[in-house]
């Protein structure tokens, strides 16, 4: 499965963005999605999970409240609404996919999951 993430940009502190991750086979139905950062000199960091119903979400402490991940099925894209940003979510955003259920792989960490996206850079400005 390939993964293409999109939506990135330059955004002014307490702007929104949207940004998108879509698949190229329909099995990514199937998958749990996660949606992780990566800021320069960091490690890559965990932002937002969802299960392949859609029926579980969930969140790093440090964006709930402001982020939203929500999936289509349909049209294999799993969304990550971003609102209230702040400068510290300035960082490299990557979506990725796991066979396992969501509640396993949100506990196991970024190593349990199956595919990787490319990224979009989320650069946001005070």
């Known amino acids: 499965v390939q993964l293409q993430a999109s939506g990135g940009g330059l955004v002014q502190a307490e702007g929104s963005l949207r940004l998108s991750c879509a698949a190229s086979?329909?099995?990514?139905?199937?998958?749990?999605v996660g949606w992780f950062r990566q800021a320069p000199g960091k490690e890559r960091e965990f932002v937002a999970a969802?299960?392949?119903?859609?029926?579980?979400?969930y969140y790093a402490d440090s964006v709930k409240g402001r982020f939203s991940i929500t999936r289509d099925n349909a049209k294999n894209t799993v969304y990550l609404l971003m609102a209230s940003l702040k400068p510290e979510d300035t960082a490299v955003y990557y979506c990725?996919?796991?066979?396992?259920?969501?509640?396993?792989?949100?506990?196991?960490?970024?190593?349990?999951?199956?595919?990787w996206g490319q990224g979009t850079q989320v650069t946001v400005s005070s």
């Open positions: 990725a996919a796991a066979v396992d259920d969501v509640s396993v792989v949100v506990t196991r960490g970024p190593s349990w999951y199956d595919y």
């Open positions: 086979e329909r099995t990514f139905m199937y998958y749990a």
């Open positions: 969802i299960s392949w119903s859609g029926a579980s979400t």
